[in-house]
């Protein structure tokens, strides 16, 4: 075969005992699928777009599987890139490789799990001896697509958004195992995903190593957390929030703080530990919210934690908040970090509402020279329709904010397309 048309090499013995699914999954096909495209499409792949879109194709010279290599071609029949083919999907292929022809192979697996890895070397150098979690690869953003792979501590967990990973997921296993040195892997599958042929593995498979149904304990900023990794929402815990989480707790000193959307209590654990008067963690999740008990006593032998008054209150975001403000409470921080309001396009007008309107429920609580904290991770919604809408809410309300910093996710979730920007957040001083 030509180079860069390779099957996968024979993958190299680890130490963990992998799944015996995983020895069965189907093979790439011998095959490679020759694909042309549109100008427009062959723009985007060159400009490092990793989505080619079905309707992008103009011809495809076999019908392939799922997960089988798709060459792309340029007008002159020149090789332009590689990717994985979905048949069943309108983003038809998932691009790897860009430029001139490369072997995929198990060497080329575990390079790019070895230049992912290098590029989260100064979060966990920043935590010495400690267990660290991040995301490890962040799919598209990593060159990786519907790939993502998080780190807790000697766990990693692997989610997949798309079946193209699944004949290739018994070497990539393998060179996350020899990459990171973790002793287990937890396969965790998006609703797409496991909605169709699985091959017999299931979301919260342990596939490679062991480990029961406790919760993983891992470390963030010098706190401890426990994660659900194998039945929790996403992978566990929300790993994109880590540096809005130590944000909030170097601000929360002395405070009153209300965290709404509460979840597993990241944002209130921090608040707590840095030196908050008390917490107020709300969810409409009772179970999220027996977990952010449970962190915070995890946490209980520091004095700021020990101090520090949590309640918590399992109800809607949007009545709790009216209530509070009826009943005249006041805060000195107020954090809404919401799940995604626009799962299609359809619904980011709808979004955009709803973040005005949480932010207008907000400044009422908010006492002067409080701070909001308010966050979006509706990647269809842009930076600018986000922060157009916090600052519209105040403007109605005849509040003035003064902006202390807009951010997004840690150096764990790179970006480098722009649906990857995703993560959109704010901290604005009330006057």
Same mark, same amino acid.
């Given at each position: 075969?030509?180079?860069? #048309?390779q099957?996968?090499?024979?993958?190299p013995?680890?130490?963990?005992?992998?799944?015996?699914?995983?020895?069965?999954?189907?093979?790439?096909?011998?095959?490679?699928?020759?694909?042309?495209?549109?100008?427009?499409a062959?723009? +985007?792949?060159?400009?490092?777009?990793?989505?080619?879109?079905?309707?992008? =194709?103009?011809?495809? &010279?076999?019908?392939?599987?799922?997960?089988?290599l798709?060459?792309?071609?340029?007008?002159?029949?020149?090789?332009?890139?590689?990717?994985?083919?979905?048949?069943?999907?309108?983003?038809?292929?998932?691009?790897?490789?860009?430029?001139?022809?490369?072997?995929?192979? +198990?060497?080329?697996?575990?390079?790019?799990?070895?230049?992912?890895?290098?590029?989260?070397?100064p979060?966990?150098?920043a935590?010495?001896?400690?267990?660290?979690? #991040?995301?490890?690869?962040?799919?598209?953003?990593?060159? =990786?697509?519907?790939?993502?792979?998080? /780190?807790?501590?000697?766990?990693?967990?692997?989610?997949?958004?798309?079946?193209v990973?699944?004949?290739?997921?018994?070497?990539?296993?393998?060179?996350?195992?020899?990459?990171?040195?973790t002793?287990?892997?937890?396969?965790?599958?998006? @609703?797409?995903?496991?909605?169709?042929?699985?091959?017999?593995?299931?979301?919260?498979?342990?596939?490679?190593?062991?480990?029961?149904?406790?919760?993983v304990?891992?470390?963030?900023?010098?706190?401890?957390?426990?994660?659900d990794?194998?039945?929790? +929402?996403?992978?566990?815990h929300?790993?994109?929030?880590?540096?809005?989480?130590? !944000?909030?707790?170097?601000?929360?000193?002395?405070?009153?703080?209300?965290?709404?959307?509460?979840?597993?209590?990241?944002?209130?654990?921090?608040?707590?530990?840095?030196?908050?008067?008390?917490?107020?963690?709300?969810?409409?999740?009772?179970?999220?919210?027996?977990?952010a008990?449970? &962190? =915070?006593?995890?946490?209980?032998?520091?004095?700021?934690?020990?101090?520090?008054?949590?309640?918590?209150?399992?109800g809607?975001?949007?009545?709790?908040?009216?209530?509070?403000? @009826?009943?005249?409470? !006041?805060?000195?921080?107020v954090?809404?970090?919401?799940?995604?309001?626009?799962?299609? *396009?359809?619904?980011?007008?709808?979004?955009?509402?709803? #973040?005005?309107?949480?932010?207008?429920?907000?400044?009422?609580?908010?006492?002067?020279?409080g701070?909001?904290?308010?966050?979006?991770?509706?990647? /269809?919604?842009?930076?600018?329709?986000?922060?157009?809408?916090?600052?519209?809410?105040?403007?109605?309300?005849?509040? *003035?904010?003064?902006e202390?910093?807009?951010?997004g996710?840690?150096?764990?979730?790179?970006?480098?397309?722009?649906?990857g920007? #995703?993560?959109k957040?704010?901290?604005? @001083?009330?006057?």
């Open positions: 075969m030509r180079r860069g #048309y099957r996968a090499s024979a993958r013995a680890v130490a963990a005992t992998l799944h015996p699914v995983l020895e069965r999954l189907p093979p790439v096909g011998e095959r490679r699928l020759a694909v042309r495209v549109t100008a427009d062959l723009r +985007q792949i060159r400009g490092r777009h990793p989505w080619v879109y079905e309707r992008s =194709m103009t011809s495809i &010279n076999h019908q392939g599987a799922a997960g089988d798709a060459i792309v071609f340029d007008n002159k029949r020149k090789f332009a890139a590689i990717g994985l083919y979905d048949p069943d999907s309108p983003i038809a292929i998932r691009i790897l490789h860009v430029g001139r022809p490369v072997q995929i192979d +198990q060497h080329f697996w575990t390079e790019r799990v070895m230049a992912a890895a290098a590029r989260r070397a979060l966990v150098a935590e010495p001896g400690a267990r660290p979690a #991040y995301r490890l690869i962040n799919g598209e953003n990593d060159a =990786m697509p519907g790939f993502v792979v998080d /780190r807790y501590a000697d766990t990693l967990v692997i989610k997949l958004y798309s079946p990973w699944f004949p290739h997921l018994a070497v990539l296993v393998d060179a996350l195992l020899a990459a990171t040195g002793g287990s892997v937890v396969l965790r599958l998006a @609703r797409n995903v496991a909605a169709g042929q699985t091959f017999g593995l299931a979301d919260g498979d342990v596939i490679a190593g062991h480990l029961d149904d406790a919760p304990r891992f470390t963030e900023g010098g706190l401890v957390f426990e994660a990794v194998r039945r929790g +929402q996403k992978t566990g929300f790993l994109d929030q880590r540096a809005n989480r130590l !944000g909030v707790g170097r601000l929360a000193e002395g405070c009153d703080v209300l965290d709404v959307f509460a979840s597993t209590g990241g944002f209130s654990v921090h608040a707590a530990a840095g030196g908050a008067r008390s917490v107020h963690s709300v969810d409409l999740s009772a179970p999220t919210l027996a977990a008990k449970a &962190n =915070m006593a995890l946490n209980i032998d520091r004095s700021e934690v020990a101090a520090c008054v949590h309640t918590t209150e399992v809607d975001a949007f009545e709790v908040m009216s209530t509070l403000a @009826r009943s005249g409470a !006041g805060y000195d921080v954090v809404i970090d919401p799940p995604s309001f626009a799962q299609k *396009q359809s619904s980011v007008e709808g979004a955009v509402r709803a #973040y005005a309107r949480l932010t207008h429920l907000a400044l009422p609580l908010l006492r002067p020279g701070v909001l904290v308010q966050a979006s991770c509706s990647s /269809r919604v842009s930076a600018d329709q986000f922060f157009a809408a916090v600052l519209g809410a105040a403007d109605v309300a005849g509040d *003035q904010l003064d202390l910093a807009r951010t996710a840690d150096l764990d979730h790179p970006v480098t397309f722009p649906e920007a #995703y993560l957040a704010g901290f604005w @001083r009330v006057r």
